[in-house]
């Protein structure tokens, strides 16, 4: 049986590693710490035209979707009489911060497994940071600290309770009123209760109201007869001290402005590559995912029908992205930080006994060291893109060991 092969390989190989894993995990959020401060002082002074510009829209031109973030960035910015730069980097590395702390504060709690220390190697996760930087300090920042405090409530309860459903379905609509990108995950709020409380899947429940709210919030975004006003929001986010070439190349001069636009537009870029890359975006990610589920002693006993329930609402709810925007990679990163985040909440928690050491066989070693090491090797052999490559194939065999390579020679 699979699930039993897979956790003998862990037995096997915790054995000897477990004891590191948590320092590696630690090593590896201070990594990305520097590395994502580095990176949102070079986008924020350099007044990047994404990350800045996205953040900056406002309802200067009229009552018009993102415009929330700008509007009370730069009131407060006005208030404490700060620099709407300074307010920015303020801003974006105390959300990575908070999110870095927060994971390692709870994996500490936790007995790390080979199959979660495969999720923390794939490219997919948060090393995409790394690979590509340019998604540091986006809005889905957001989106994992609120699933974060979610999952922490979920922890400390036996059921989903209708206060804490309309205290986050509050949070979601302000969320997607920074962002519309929320009412595509919002729905894993709902879903993960269904595993997490092992109930039917088809069973409603209060955290319904949070995928609803966030809906309905777009809903109301879209009969707002606004047009977005590129000049108006340039204006005012120029009048703020930001560079003129925050509105230029960037979010506030993209051609699509609507759904049917935007469709249009990626068709121009697709190629004969382009299905092929989207199927190996969206099936490898998963794999370590797959691995520990079936590792996993409060996941195993699920039925597969409610784990294939969960998955296919989730790719179905997140579908739309891929027909209307190019950056692929990026919704496949949020989808693998939201899964992951979700999977600390199954691990088993720290106790503190004597391990007993089990003798193994020459073959079960060779297959306990060895798996494991064909797997970290292959996690470590590729990566994946946000957007922006030829024919939108955002798949590339270039990962961990290819950048050493690269600095190396």
Same mark, same amino acid.
């Given at each position: ?50 990350? /800045? ?10 009552? /018009? ?17 700060? $620099? ?64 974060? $405090? ?64 966030? $809906? $309905? ?41 609507? /759904? ?150």
């Amino acid at each position: 049986m699979l699930s039993n092969s897979l956790v003998s390989i862990s037995k096997i190989f915790d054995q000897k590693f477990d004891k590191f894993y948590l320092p590696l995990i630690g090593v590896f959020l201070i990594l990305l710490f520097i590395n994502s401060i580095y990176y949102i002082h070079f986008f924020v002074y350099s007044s990047n035209e994404w990350l /800045v510009a996205d953040w900056l829209i406002n309802y200067s031109g009229g009552f /018009v979707r993102r415009g929330l973030s700008g509007e009370l960035i730069l009131l407060i910015s006005n208030f404490f009489n700060i $620099a709407a730069q300074d307010s920015l980097f303020f801003l974006f590395s105390s959300l990575q911060l908070f999110f870095f702390i927060f994971i390692f504060i709870l994996l500490r709690q936790k007995q790390i497994t080979f199959w979660f220390f495969l999720i923390f190697a794939s490219p997919s996760f948060l090393s995409f940071y790394i690979f590509d930087p340019s998604i540091i300090a986006r809005k889905e920042i957001l989106i994992y600290l609120t699933y974060l $405090a979610w999952m922490i409530t979920l922890s400390r309860h036996s059921k989903v309770t209708f206060n804490t459903s309309i205290i986050f379905s509050i949070l979601g609509i302000f969320i997607t009123l920074l962002h519309e990108i929320f009412v595509f995950y919002s729905v894993i709020f709902y879903l993960i209760t269904i595993i997490y409380f092992k109930e039917k899947s088809l069973k409603l429940n209060y955290s319904i109201f949070i995928p609803l709210s966030s $809906a $309905a919030t777009v809903i109301l975004i879209m009969l707002v007869p606004t047009g977005f006003n590129s000049l108006a929001i340039c204006s005012r986010i120029i009048e703020a001290g930001i560079e003129p070439s925050v509105c230029e190349g960037g979010i506030l001069s993209w051609p699509a402005r609507g /759904v049917i636009e935007g469709f249009i537009h990626n068709l121009t870029i697709y190629n004969f590559w382009t299905p092929f890359g989207l199927v190996l975006i969206l099936f490898l990610p998963i794999i370590p995912f797959f691995l520990f589920s079936y590792s996993n002693h409060l996941l195993i006993n699920q039925p597969s029908n409610r784990l294939l329930f969960f998955l296919a609402i989730q790719l179905i709810s997140m579908s739309p992205l891929f027909l209307v925007a190019t950056d692929w990679g990026r919704w496949v990163n949020i989808q693998s930080i939201l899964l992951g985040i979700s999977m600390i909440f199954f691990l088993m928690p720290k106790i503190s006994t004597n391990k007993i050491h089990i003798k193994n066989n020459p073959n079960q070693q060779l297959i306990g060291f060895g798996v494991p090491i064909i797997l970290l090797i292959f996690m470590s052999s590729w990566n994946l893109r946000h957007c922006c490559r030829d024919g939108n194939f955002l798949f590339e065999f270039n990962g961990l060991i290819g950048s050493l390579a690269s600095l190396i020679l």
